[in-house]
């Protein structure tokens, strides 16, 4: 199986690309919703959960490659899983500021991200190595993350319009903001909210899709690949309560559960 793991719900988007991506595959995602929102904890505490999650996924599941969808921690300890299982094939997900600059027009991005993601080395040297290519305003969304994962629908409502407005003021003028990079995997099931809110001429990204394409490369070099014979199942776990991923799942997949 392929282990997949988030602070909760959110992976559960990259998860969709992964299945489109590579049908054959057996997944194992794991929702660590006991311990979320990651967003507002703290490195110390991210890499803590990251760590035990993995060694989870290892020991029960002989997971062959593990997808870590979510920006925290994949910022927080992607470097520390590396060096501490170099066998393991590994994907994270980062915020795609690199695709925004080719789509952006008018230079400008909204950065939307937790505050983990946002206070990262990590995102601090991304930004860094894009310097004067374009204008990244980047913003912290406190709540957003847990919003999304408790389907509160005025929350998620609320928060988007306050986030996107210290962000704005969106549209294709010069001097607007015309791309936001969805740097949170909760965020891609706002997207409707979002793009309502900043307007259909704004270019909304997320990562999955390119996350899904990555993973399968990576499998290829490794001879890991599965394909042809019967379609891959999923397994859900969580730390938190189970009705709620199978609901999310059901929601965002189409799952039949
Ligand atoms: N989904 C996560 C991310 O991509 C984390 C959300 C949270 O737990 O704060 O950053």
Known sequence: MIGVFDSGV??????????????????????DSGFAPYGERGDAFVIERTRAIVRQLRDEHAIKALVIACNTATAAAIHLVRT?????????VEPAL???????????????????TVASAKLRALHD???G????ILQPCDGLADA???????????????YTQAIGPFGVQAGQVDTLVLGCTHYAFAWD?????????VRLIETGEPVAR???RLLEAAGQLRQGGTPGHITLLTTGRQEALNAAAQRWLGLTL
């Open 10 to 31: 959110g992976g559960l988007s990259v998860l969709k690309s992964l299945r489109a991506q590579l049908p054959a595959e057996k997944f194992v995602y794991l929702a």
């Open 84 to 92: 501490e299982h170099p066998d393991l094939p590994l994907i994270g």
């Open 98 to 116: 690199k695709p925004a600059v080719a789509l952006s027009k008018t230079g400008r991005i909204g950065v939307m991200a937790t505050r983990g």
């Open 129 to 131: 190595s894009l310097k």
């Open 133 to 136: 290519q374009a204008e990244f």
């Open 148 to 162: 999304i994962q408790n389907h509160d629908v005025a929350r998620i409502s609320a928060l988007c319009r306050e």
């Open 193 to 201: 909210t979002l793009q309502k809110v900043v307007g259909t001429d």
């Open 214 to 216: 990555q993973a399968r």
